[in-house]
């Protein structure tokens, strides 16, 4: 990391303070069970958060019982998921990762069990599933499990590395993979600033702090050592 431990911690504490002036009552629409957020989460992949709500509300009310979606075929499930993005990919492995959660657990509400598990535990398997990569474990640990981890996405990444964080770019895979470990350790033990940052940093990420930055509408500039040392050129 640029910045020392502490002052490193110190300074997203003061990023939360702003951004959730910034960004107040944003609603992701997570889950509060474990093999809905998972099946959300799953929705949500290329997709924007109203239409990927609209479906899972749509599969609310035509199953009462969500076991019965595990019978669903490919092509059932491309008709349900056409309208979102990346549909044949999204069917294809739906359905391999129903048939794996029955296997696991029998029925979807087992998946309940995983809230015994640590944190490596549950992040270990999350991730062994079909199309649960590291990001979409980590939002279903926090928002779902009251994990104290932070889903470092692209734009939390980007946030970061220009406020000086963490170091180097997206475009390296390891650099994402550092970010993620640097990340989760500076905000460890902490649910609270987990939370905000990850909600108030991803909409900061898409609205200001774009790829091509907003910088002089940005809330945050002061405290941004990819601001200030534009400035200083």
């Excluded at 992701?28 to 479906?55: C, G, H, M, V």
């Excluded at 981890?149 to 220009?162: K, N």
């Excluded at 905000?187 to 905000?196: F, I, M, N, P, R």
Aim: net charge positive; with cysteine.
């Amino acid at each position: 990391m640029n910045l020392s431990f502490q002052k490193s911690k110190t300074k997203l504490k003061k990023v939360r303070n702003i951004l959730k002036r910034s960004y107040p009552g944003f609603n992701f629409y997570n889950k509060s069970k474990i093999f809905d957020e998972i099946l959300y989460i799953f929705l949500s992949w290329r997709t924007p958060i109203p239409r990927a709500e609209s479906i899972y509300q749509k599969l609310k009310l035509d199953f009462k019982d969500w076991n019965d979606l595990i019978d669903l075929s490919e092509r059932a499930w491309f008709k349900r998921l056409e309208s979102s993005g990346k549909a044949h990919d999204k069917a294809r492995t739906l359905v391999k990762l129903l048939k794996r959660i029955k296997e696991d657990f029998g029925k979807v509400e087992n998946v309940e069990l995983l809230s015994k598990k640590s944190d490596n535990e549950v992040h270990e398997y999350l991730t062994t599933l079909p199309g649960i990569k590291d990001k979409s474990a980590y939002c279903i640990m926090l928002y779902t499990m009251g994990r104290s981890v932070f889903p470092a996405d692209a734009h939390c990444l980007r946030v970061s590395q220009r406020l000086g964080i963490i170091e180097g770019t997206n475009q390296r895979k390891q650099d994402r993979v550092n970010g993620q470990k640097n990340l989760n350790e500076l905000v460890k033990g902490d649910y609270q600033l987990c939370y905000d940052l990850h909600i108030t940093m991803l909409q900061h990420g898409k609205t200001t702090c774009r790829r091509v930055p907003l910088c002089k509408q940005c809330p945050i500039s002061h405290l941004c050592e990819h601001y200030i040392s534009l400035k200083n050129q």
